[in-house]
């Protein structure tokens, strides 16, 4: 991200407000990025990351790792990151071609159906908590094994216990707990990762 004079004004702002200091140094430059474009400091109380969940998300990120999301906005908003520095390729579960079924929505059939086709990618479930619940589902019958995955959705029926279980697993993940959450929440933590990620292996990327 190409930071302005105006971006690093808001981000001293940000600095002096979070009082919460018991992230790493990784862990709060993602933090800090989710209060940027949420003004809403009652993240940085909600955001988890399990142990290694950064050093997995940059290795698979320098290792082209495919990225499955599961709403257009995710897709859109990594994209023009992803293309300028490790240019993974990025698959969205409203978009993958599955036949019609009336037991699971279009995103929660979109990720069941990508996740089979790629048990090791990243993925970022930013607004279906069904979405979330399926993936876990998997994860729990051990038919794949994520990279990284990153769970914001927000939700009142289902979510914070899908992200319970995640957090649960053995699998990588940073998380939202609780009700909120959004699309832009997983934008930001991705964009985040793969600033830092770039940071780390970029020069030895090519």
């Known amino acids: 991200m190409e930071w302005h004079f105006t971006d690093a004004q808001s981000l001293a702002i940000i600095d002096r407000e979070i009082r919460n200091r018991s992230f790493s140094p990784a862990e709060y ?28 998300g940059a ?3 320098a290792a082209r790792s495919t990225i499955v999301v599961d709403v257009p906005m995710v897709q859109v908003g990594i994209a023009p990151g992803i293309q300028q520095t490790f240019a993974n390729p990025v698959y ?8 019609p079924q009336k037991e699971k929505t279009q995103s929660a059939w979109g990720i069941q159906t990508l996740a089979q086709r790629y048990p090791e990618a990243i993925f970022a479930i930013g607004q279906s908590q069904t979405a979330l619940t399926a993936l876990v589902e998997l994860i729990e019958a051990e038919e794949i094994r994520p990279a990284l995955v990153v769970g914001t959705p927000a939700g009142f029926v ?10 649960d697993s053995s699998i990588p993940h ?6 909120k ?7 930001a933590i991705l964009n985040g990762l793969v600033d830092l990620a770039w940071q780390a292996y970029g020069q030895n990327a090519f």
């Open 174 to 179: 940073i998380c939202i707990h609780g009700r």
């Open 29 to 56: 430059e993602i933090v800090r990025r989710i209060v940027y474009e949420t003004a809403d400091f009652e993240y940085p109380s909600l955001v988890s990351f399990s142990e290694k969940a950064m050093q997995a």
């Open 59 to 61: 290795a698979a990120l």
């Open 181 to 187: 959450g959004s699309p832009v929440v997983a934008v």
């Open 92 to 99: 969205c579960a409203m978009e993958a071609l599955t036949r």
């Open 158 to 167: 289902g979510a914070d216990v899908a992200k319970a279980r995640l957090k």
